[in-house]
């Protein structure tokens, strides 16, 4: 009886591991390349100097003009006082 018992055991085990795993799909986010650098009028992100072309990860609108910069960081930090940051980087 113990035979059969330890039997069943093993078959139970053995049925679980047959459910095939179920395969997430793979989303490839290129976070880093949602904006053409083309997009942008700035060459340099305001906030950190890294150069755009490295990958813009947010964009801010500011008086017709469209800056990119690598994170929402940068700009939110270039938003808190655009015009200081336009000043130093003519
Ligand atoms: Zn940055």
């Given at each position: ?19 095939a795993p ?69």
């Amino acid at each position: 009886m113990k035979i059969l018992q330890s039997l069943l055991i093993v078959l139970l085990i053995a049925s679980c591991n047959n459910a095939a795993p179920v395969e997430k799909p793979v989303v490839t986010k290129d976070e880093t390349h949602k904006y053409p650098v083309s997009m942008v009028d700035n060459k340099k992100d305001f906030s950190c100097g890294m150069p755009v072309s490295a990958g813009i990860g947010d964009t801010a609108h500011y008086k017709g003009k469209v800056y990119g910069f690598c994170s929402t960081e940068c700009k939110d930090a270039f938003l808190e006082k655009p015009d200081s940051f336009l000043q130093a980087n003519k």
